[in-house]
């Protein structure tokens, strides 16, 4: 089955710096990859997605690029600011069992004022 | 309001006493699919379903039964609950697999 990576397991940075979280998968069949942020308490909630025929995605600070030949897809925000202090996870959705998902074992991200 | 709703949000049971977590969507959605998270194991899923009478196993789906009669509910059954799956779950559901995902509040289970 499918196998996702998650590094760094905890990230801390200087609010305005960036933050990056990379994923690795271990099925080349998998075509789905969301990130979601929880925060301490709360549901996950879907942050941004990329589809395997696209190779970069932005929105606004937030971004998350995908490396199909090398089986990785990672998250970049920039201009980081205390509110993106959260828990990280990204998931990878199998291509041939098409509604399956595996995520990572999240990144729990710091951002110092 | 557009959401999903799980109940009970907090439960404390037995092993072995048979239990259910009842799941609810209003917003139509067609896919559904239970999780669990575990401290750094991240979420894990447990089942999931693309539509009505279509479900199949997630990666734990080992003592855990679901049922999807109708579009809006996706009940997650616990037959003989064990220590082992004391947990919090959470449900989702959205349109289809590659539409935003939206989690109900979670229920937090222990049982004893």
């Known amino acids: 089955g499918e196998n996702v990576e998650q590094h760094p397991s905890t990230l801390s940075v200087q609010e305005g710096d960036s933050a990056v979280i990379k994923c690795t998968y271990s099925?080349?069949?998998?075509?789905?990859f969301p990130w979601y942020k929880q925060e301490l308490g709360k549901r996950p909630q879907l942050i941004i997605d990329?589809?395997?025929?696209?190779g970069e995605k932005k929105d606004q600070r937030i971004a998350v690029t995908l490396n199909k030949t090398a089986k990785h897809f990672s998250l970049h925000i920039t201009e980081t600011q205390p509110e993106d202090s959260a828990v990280y996870f990204c998931?990878?959705?199998?291509?041939?069992?098409?509604?399956?998902?595996?995520f990572g074992d999240g990144t729990t991200l710091t951002v110092k004022p | 309001e557009a959401q999903v709703t799980q109940n009970p949000r907090y439960l404390i049971t037995v092993t072995g006493k048979k239990l259910t977590v009842t799941c609810s969507q209003n917003m139509n959605h067609e896919y559904m699919s239970w999780y669990r998270q575990d401290p750094g194991l991240g979420l894990r899923q447990i089942y999931y379903s693309m539509n009505v009478e279509v479900t199949d196993k997630g990666d734990v789906p080992e003592g855990y039964k679901v049922s999807r009669k109708e579009k809006r509910n996706f009940p997650l059954i616990l037959e003989s609950p064990s220590p082992n799956q004391t947990s919090l779950y959470f449900c989702?559901?959205?349109?289809?697999?590659?539409?935003?995902?939206?989690f109900g509040p979670g229920t937090r289970l222990l049982v004893l």
């Open positions: 099925d080349s069949a998998s075509n789905y």
């Open positions: 990329i589809r395997s025929n696209v």
């Open positions: 989702a559901s959205s349109f289809s697999r590659e539409k935003t995902q939206y």
């Open positions: 998931a990878a959705y199998q291509g041939t069992n098409a509604g399956k998902s595996t």
